[in-house]
């Protein structure tokens, strides 16, 4: 466990049992990414570094935010700049996104293909996915063309390497070893 996502995790499980509490885990999704969308910019890692006080950084990121925090997302915001701890928030984000994910029982799967997949190879994609993972899937789908043919799928911990390329990888280990 890496130490991000020791002191990550906290303020992300509070934020989590509060948006459950309060029926707004989508709202609190889209708060959190945005929010570490803009802690990852540059120019905002800039101002961080500077060595203002809480109180101004949480400014400056609420103004940046402005209507994309609610009051509760704004207190957090306060609290971890309060602890020294704003750097944090895409990997609280990341957390949170995890916890909600395993709440609502779904995963995000990356599916890679050669070529561009037709809906009913995708249907099928996820129904399979769905049935060996027990989770509601969501394709995040891209095109690769050094794939050469075929698909590779990523979910969680889940690498199904189904291409040409990942193939004449593992053909060229076997023979090497």
Not at 71 to 92: D, I, W, Y
Not at 121 to 126: E, G, P, W
């Amino acid at each position: 466990m890496s130490d991000m996502t020791t002191i990550a995790r906290p303020y992300a499980k509070a934020a989590f049992d509060f948006a459950v509490e309060n029926g707004e885990l989508a709202q609190w999704a889209e708060m959190l990414t945005f929010a570490s969308e803009v802690v990852k910019n540059e120019a905002m890692q800039d101002i961080l570094r500077s060595g203002f006080s809480a109180d101004k950084l949480t400014e400056i990121i609420v103004s940046v935010c402005d209507e994309q925090l609610n009051e509760f997302g704004q207190n957090l915001l306060k609290v971890m700049a309060e602890n020294g701890r704003l750097t944090m928030v895409p990997a609280v984000s990341d957390e949170f996104l995890f916890l909600k994910n395993e709440h609502e029982k779904t995963i995000e799967a990356d599916v890679i293909s050669a070529v561009v997949l037709e809906d009913s190879q995708l249907v099928a994609i996820s129904q399979k996915l769905e049935q060996r993972l027990e989770r509601k899937v969501k394709l995040n789908c891209s095109v690769d063309e050094t794939l050469i043919a075929g698909v590779v799928i990523r979910a969680g911990d889940l690498v199904i390497d189904n291409s040409v390329r990942g193939k004449l990888n593992r053909l060229s280990d076997t023979l090497q070893s």
